[in-house]
């Protein structure tokens, strides 16, 4: 199955140079200049919807974040957020409106395609026929269905995004287990990153703020200063 890139950018340059080094490497591309035009193909219903999108921030009409806040109310699509803003806020304020990913200009882009290769194949292996290890996590008060996709919490389902169900099964598979950040993020995002690491940051904080899990006080994700994190709930047999 052919899949579907869409490129968010309002230089009609970037645009064709992504579209070209994507489709040379087999995926469909639609483009859009605007926010508007954006959301309308991201969120289209007639099957056209893309798997990625690589989302400018700088866009003439709305914001790109507003976009990417607007998305994410419907879609956890993979969404990787394209920015001349190189500075620390404006990133870490992209991902904490949901971003996977993000990307500074100037990129390469054989960097871009890369990573969307990558992505496509994580997305890949999550599916019907993919082997999923189908065993359900349980620990005290918490169980994750990995099959499923689900998680409970306190007797209660906990909605994720695609990315923080990925993380925490991550976490849970192993605990006790300190993972680096550059372990997390080969795990998880699947690939060495070539960013700030300090997204895995972004992703823990929004995935101990679903678990109403205390950073100062954790219970579920442990921080080990200037390494990383570890899952700190034991396993057992029973239901939580």
């Known amino acids: 199955m052919t899949?579907?890139?869409?490129?968010?950018?309002?230089?009609?340059?970037?645009?064709?140079v992504l579209r070209a080094y994507l489709e040379h490497d087999g995926f469909a591309v639609a483009e859009a200049g605007t926010g508007a035009e954006a959301l309308r193909r991201a969120l289209a219903t007639d099957g056209t919807a893309p798997d990625v999108v690589l989302l400018d921030i700088g866009l003439p009409d709305l914001d790109g974040l507003d976009v990417l806040r607007t998305i994410r109310r419907s879609s956890d699509v993979y969404v990787v957020l394209v920015t001349a803003r190189a500075d620390e806020v404006d990133t870490l304020v992209g991902l904490g409106a949901g971003a996977d990913d993000y990307v500074t200009k100037p990129f390469s882009p054989r960097e871009v395609v890369a990573r969307v290769g990558t992505v496509m194949r994580?997305?890949?292996?999550?599916?019907?026929?993919?082997?999923?290890?189908?065993?359900?996590?349980?620990?005290?008060?918490?169980?994750?269905?990995?099959?499923?996709?689900?998680?409970?919490?306190?007797?209660?389902e906990v909605h994720l995004s695609t990315l923080e169900f990925d993380l925490l099964r991550a976490l849970a598979s192993s605990p006790g287990r300190v993972f680096s950040?550059?372990?997390?993020?080969?795990?998880v995002w699947g690939y060495d990153f070539f960013g700030d690491e300090r997204v895995v940051d972004v992703h823990v904080r929004s995935l101990r703020r679903a678990l109403g899990d205390d950073a100062t006080d954790p219970r579920v994700i442990g921080t080990v200063r200037g390494v990383g994190y570890k899952f700190l709930l034991d396993p057992m047999d029973g239901a939580p």
Do not use: K, M, T, Y
């Open 3 to 16: 899949r579907r890139v869409l490129v968010v950018d309002d230089e009609v340059e970037i645009r064709a």
């Open 122 to 156: 994580r997305s890949a292996s999550r599916g019907p026929a993919a082997a999923v290890d189908d065993h359900v996590l349980r620990f005290e008060g918490l169980a994750l269905d990995p099959h499923r996709r689900e998680l409970v919490a306190g007797g209660d």
């Open 181 to 187: 950040r550059a372990q997390l993020l080969e795990e």
